[in-house]
């Protein structure tokens, strides 16, 4: 008996496998060796997002040159004597006044990093003219970047050295400072770090040292772009 036969299909298609789901990358640890791509904050818009990232790009540019702390203090950079912290701020005073904002090539203050005696560069802080207050600060990257200020420091100025400020203590709980010294001020400073850092590029330093946020504010940690 003869099989029985069958006509051919009429669809003639080929089978396909389902397309592969596309994955959407999340936010990229900041590297300062690697491009800068700080996308993946919520509510951050493009523009801010590419201001934040050229403010990193022109830092990461311009402030190795000060590597060396001679270099600073040559360019008129001091410390205001902070070290014992772990973490040195070099300020050059007249950068404070001299209609900059936020340019790379005229920091008003450096952060070396001080271990086992080594002072290594690791950030800029950006600092607004005296007298500014958070509202007049520019808005540099929507969430993703913070003003602070310090407004419990003390200075005094170096009678031998009238490019010096040192710090000589913390404001009292009468909101005195000790005698000969006078308040550090509450304009607006803004960090921009060119090593990894757990809180991101524009973190605050951690503890006493972080100063003050705007009010209603915590103190910023970026994890999303935060170093491992």
């Known amino acids: 008996m003869t099989a029985p036969t069958f006509p051919p299909p009429t669809n003639t298609t080929p089978r396909t496998s ?5 994955t959407i ?13 700080l996308s993946g904050t919520p509510g951050v818009t493009p523009e801010e997002q590419a201001r934040a990232e050229a403010l990193v790009r022109s830092t990461l540019r311009d402030l190795p040159k000060y590597a060396d702390p001679a270099v600073a203090y040559a360019a008129g950079y001091r410390s205001i004597g902070d070290g014992i912290t772990g973490d040195e701020h ?3 005073w007249s950068y404070l006044d001299d209609g900059h ?6 920091p008003e203050s450096l952060v070396y990093e001080v271990r086992n005696g080594r002072q290594t560069l690791v950030a ?12 007049g600060a520019p808005d540099v990257g929507g969430a993703l970047t913070q003003w602070h200020v310090h407004t419990n420091l003390c200075l005094v100025d170096n009678p031998n050295d009238p490019l010096q400020k040192l710090v000589s203590g913390l404001v009292a709980f009468d909101g ?9 001020g509450s304009s607006p ?3 921009v770090w060119i090593v990894a850092n757990p809180c991101g590029p524009f973190a605050p330093l951690e503890g006493i040292g972080g100063g003050q946020v705007p009010p ?7 994890r999303a772009h935060g170093s491992v």
Do not use: Q, W
């Open 101 to 106: 904002i936020l340019d790379s090539r005229y």
């Open 124 to 135: 800029a802080m950006y600092m607004m003219p005296l007298g500014t207050r958070f509202t």
């Open 189 to 191: 400073m803004l960090h």
């Open 25 to 37: 990358p999340g936010p990229r640890p900041y590297d300062p060796t690697k491009p800068i791509d």
């Open 176 to 184: 005195t400072c000790p005698a000969g010294s006078t308040k550090a």
């Open 18 to 22: 389902p397309p592969t789901p596309t």
């Open 90 to 92: 070099y300020v050059n």
């Open 216 to 222: 209603g504010e915590t103190p910023l940690c970026d």
